[in-house]
């Protein structure tokens, strides 16, 4: 079965960087891509953006640009969202999800989501 | 920047219809895409395409597309449908991908 399955909860300190990790089981990774969307608490869903694990071309939220890296590796099926320069208001729920489409829209299967919170 | 319209909250009595609507000009050309969210929880993937169900998904919901909106509905609504619902589409280009700010959807 299908699963994406991400890494623990992180505590960071503003100006700091993290990398968070979602690891793809149950198909073949390189077929579909992958991106990732976040949400603060009591807030709603957010994109990020997209990277093909295939041709490792991405594709980022103009929010996120210069900030924000989609990495992989495809011989452990594992994508990767690094967010840099990070402050209080980029605390939040993340999400890595499987598209069904084309850059990073529709998405049928999630990660149980990557608590990060930011706080001095 | 793009952006798609909800209405923050719909309410529907146990076996009634729903409809949750989201707008944008971009709709006419883009697809939509339907989530479920409950508390504590990952999105469910509901419907895609605009009106397409993925397997697993009751029959109950469907969606439609008209003009610049398109709707969700949900037939003879459950206690268990209680939640948070986001569209999600891209603007014109294809370029960049937006999700609704979000309905939720309350059962009386």
């Known amino acids: 079965q299908v699963q994406l399955v991400q890494s623990g909860a992180e505590v960071k300190k503003p100006g700091a960087s993290v990398k968070v990790s979602c690891k793809a089981s149950g198909y073949t990774f390189t077929s579909y891509d992958i991106n990732w969307v976040r949400q603060a608490t009591g807030q709603g869903l957010e994109w990020m953006g997209w990277m093909n694990p295939n041709s490792g071309n991405t594709g980022y939220a103009q929010k996120f640009q210069g900030r924000v890296t989609m990495t992989r590796n495809t011989s452990i099926s594992t994508a990767y969202m690094e967010l840099s320069s990070l402050r209080s208001e980029d605390t939040a729920v993340y999400y890595c999800?499987?598209?069904?489409?084309?850059?990073?829209?529709?998405?049928?299967?999630w990660g149980q989501g990557t608590l990060v919170t930011v706080s001095s | 920047s793009y952006e798609l319209t909800q209405p923050p909250s719909v309410s529907v009595s146990p076996g009634q219809t729903a409809r949750i609507t989201c707008s944008g000009d971009?709709?006419?050309?883009?697809?939509a895409y339907w989530y479920q969210q409950k508390p504590g929880q990952a999105p469910v993937l509901v419907i895609y395409?605009?009106?397409e169900r993925p397997s697993g998904i009751p029959e109950r919901f469907s969606g439609s597309s008209s003009g610049t909106t398109v709707t969700l509905t949900i037939s003879g609504v459950q206690a268990e449908d209680e939640a948070d619902y986001y569209c999600q589409s891209a603007d014109s280009s294809g370029t960049f991908v937006v999700f609704g700010g979000g309905t939720k959807l309350t059962v009386l």
């Open positions: 999800a499987r598209s069904i489409a084309a850059a990073g829209i529709g998405a049928d299967y």
């Open positions: 971009a709709l006419p050309k883009q697809y």
């Open positions: 395409k605009d009106s």
